[in-house]
């Protein structure tokens, strides 16, 4: 387990952190545990570990909606998917020791 030396600041507004703080205690871990993972995820994804976007689906082209379907279909075909059991059992043994990065 690597060591925890080091400490991120960040400024948000002050809602924004409350409801992001309730979340991730609502799934049983931390918005601290969250951002260790995100930056875990992005060093195994060479970049941020999902696709940033602007648009709501509301603001979408058909065309555009189309082409994530297409995408999450592949991801479909390709194995890249868990069951929701799956995730449950990762995120269950992952917080419930702490030591196993790979979530």
């Known amino acids: 387990m690597m060591a925890m030396d080091?400490?991120?600041?960040?400024?948000?507004?002050?809602e924004l952190k409350?409801?992001?703080e309730e979340l991730y205690r609502s799934l049983g871990t931390s918005f601290a545990e969250a951002v260790?993972?995100?930056?875990?995820?992005s060093l195994r994804e060479g970049g941020m570990?999902?696709?940033?976007?602007?648009?709501?689906?509301?603001?979408?082209t058909q065309e555009e909606i189309h082409q994530k379907?297409?995408?999450?279909?592949?991801?479909?075909?390709?194995g890249r998917?868990?069951?929701q059991e799956d995730l449950d059992t990762r995120?269950?043994?992952?917080?419930?020791?702490?030591?196993?990065p790979a979530v």
């Open 6 to 14: 080091a400490t991120l600041q960040i400024r948000m507004n002050g």
């Open 18 to 20: 409350a409801q992001v």
């Open 36 to 41: 260790r993972i995100f930056a875990q995820q």
């Open 49 to 60: 570990p999902f696709r940033p976007t602007l648009k709501t689906w509301d603001e979408m």
């Open 69 to 78: 379907l297409l995408r999450s279909q592949e991801d479909i075909q390709m």
């Open 81 to 83: 998917v868990y069951s």
């Open 91 to 100: 995120m269950r043994a992952r917080f419930s020791h702490g030591t196993d």
